[in-house]
C-alpha cells in the first residue's frame, strides 16, 4: 500500500533518513507509530493513577518504603523516608 505524505511530514520523515538511523520511510513511520503506542499506553496509565487516586486506593510513602525495602532486601535506615 502506497501513501503519499504530505511535503511537511516527508521532510521530517527523510531528515531521520539522512540521520543514517533509519534507512527508509517505513522505519520511520514505525518508530513513530511505536511511539504513539507508548504515549497512549503512558496516558492511560495516568489516567488509571489519577482514579486511584480518587477513589482512595493509594499507598503512604512510608508504607510504600517498607515493602520495597522488603522486597529487594534492603536493610531498614533510621527513620523513613518521609523523615529525611
Aim: charged share 25%; with cysteine.
Amino acid at each position: 500500500m502506497t501513501y503519499q505524505l504530505p511535503p511537511d511530514i516527508d521532510q521530517r520523515v527523510q531528515s531521520q533518513i539522512a540521520l543514517g538511523i533509519y534507512h527508509t520511510p517505513a522505519e520511520v513511520l514505525n518508530e513513530a507509530l511505536d511511539a504513539l503506542d507508548r504515549y497512549h499506553e503512558d496516558l492511560a496509565s495516568i489516567q488509571g493513577g489519577i482514579e486511584d487516586a480518587k477513589a482512595g486506593r493509594v499507598t503512604s510513602l512510608d508504607e510504600f518504603d517498607r515493602e520495597m525495602r522488603d522486597q529487594f532486601g534492603i536493610n531498614p535506615r533510621e527513620g523513613s523516608m518521609t523523615s529525611c
